[in-house]
């Protein structure tokens, strides 16, 4: 499984790249913030909204602390999704959040 580290997400997200992060927390962690353009799919619904993921888009997964998110990683990738896990979730990021 890829994984990259916060300071990574925060230099691609400095350089304004075209990126595709999914939020797997719950909506009472998602109401705290959430990283910039993420798209919130709670971990116990990613399989009925598969449809809706495009699987020649590169993802990045993020949670609060990672394991959700690499939980996430494992069952996407085994559906034919490239995707990146963020090591130490939301609770290791500390850029600009986004509340919705």
Known sequence: ???????????LLDANEDL???????DDEVAQGMIPGAQHIALGT???HLEDLDATKPYII?????GRSANACSYL??????V???EGGML???GELEFK
């Open 1 to 11: 499984m890829k994984s990259m580290d916060t300071t990574q997400l925060l230099e």
């Open 20 to 26: 595709y992060i999914i939020d797997v927390r719950e």
């Open 46 to 48: 990613i399989p009925e």
């Open 62 to 66: 993020v949670c609060k602390a990672g």
């Open 77 to 82: 990738e085994a559906q034919g999704f490239n």
């Open 84 to 86: 990146t896990n963020l």
């Open 92 to 94: 290791a990021y500390d």
